[in-house]
Each structure stands twice: as C-alpha cells, then as structure tokens.
C-alpha cells in the first residue's frame, strides 16, 4: 500500500503484508511523526491512498497486531533504508549503554518492552540485529521465547540478523558459548561501555564470512 501523509506530504511504502486484512489501524509518519489511521478493508494491494489523522480505530485488530499495539499506541513504520537493531533489556541504563553503541553505529534503536511486544516487532519488520539479556522479561535466556523466535526462522532469514546476548556470566566473543546459544556474539555486561568497538568487529567479521559463503553458493547454483 502506497500512502501520502496529508501533514508532511511524505509518501510512505507499507508493504502489504505487513498490515492486517480488513482493519483500521494506526501508524505514524516516519518523517514527521504525525498519528496517521490506515483503512485495509477498503485497500486492496499497491493501492494509492491519503492516509488521515482519525485518532484510534474502534475496530478489532488481529492477533498479531493485537500483541503489539498496545492501547493508545500506534504501529510504527521505519523508511526502507534505515538499519533496525531491537534491544530486549529491561535495565534502563543497560539500554541506554547500547542504544548510544547502535546509533554511533548508524542503526535506528527499537525497544522490545517485553517479551509479546519483542516477537511482535520481529514479526512485522526487519531487524539486521537483535540484541537479547539475559533474564529480559524474567526468564533465563536458555528458555527465551524471543531467541527461541529467531531459531525457528528459516535459515535463509535467520542468517541476516545477527543476534547478541548480553548477560553477567558471559566472557565477552566466547565463540564457543554464542555458537552454543545459536547467537553470532555474546558481550559480559560489565562491557557494554566498550559494546561500539565490540560490535563494529564482530559484524564486519560475520558480514565477511557470509559474503564468501553466499558467492559460494552462487557459484554451485544454491543462492
């Protein structure tokens, strides 16, 4: 679906299948921020639509939907080229720590409050990384329903996120123990104030190593 924000004229993509069918729900403008109300049970796919600042929809969203739109809130909608990271840390200063680490990095920050909200928000965008403490939520990271999300993804997805866990009994790049986790890295708390260089490294490293394993499926007809 195609909309034009009548308070910025900004024209904003939504891919179709990002919103649920036959619903009224609520985004904002990325530009400038402003409350729009989307109408789907009249849009079919690639319409072109004006979208109005109606307040919240009366009507009921789906299931999906429901889990992350909390009442009052509203369904966020990034522009294509931005780099999304989601952080699941219920530790304020924790996720101050990273949030500065992921912007000095040129990623767009995205808060997981919760364990539903932290699925949720996977389910309707596209994170290149997800970073996940340890306890997020209450619940130890070998139980995480949030990491147990990112392994049941299909490979061919799986493998663009990479995934961080951060907790106290970590030894900071333990490869052994993030390869055990099904994480590309784990980061000791106590390092979080270091987490920009860490990060930096490791993504350039993975990045590099797919890159060699992506042309080599390419070259055997596999890509």
Known sequence: MEIRCEHCNAKLNIPDEKIPSNQRIAVHCPKCKARLTLDSSTAGPGTSSNAMDTGPSRNPIGDTAKAYMAEGSALEFFEEDVRLALVADTDSEHREKIKQALENLGYTYVAGEDTNQAISKMRFHTFELVIIADQFDGVDLGQSPVLQY??????????????????????????????????????NRRDLDKLEGILKNAVFDNEKFYKVFMDTLSEIGKA
């Open 150 to 187: 990112l392994n049941h993804l299909a490979m061919s997805i799986r493998r663009k996120i990479f995934v961080v866990l951060t907790g106290d009994a970590f030894n900071t790049m333990d490869h052994m123990m993030a390869f055990a986790l099904s994480a590309n890295l784990v980061v």
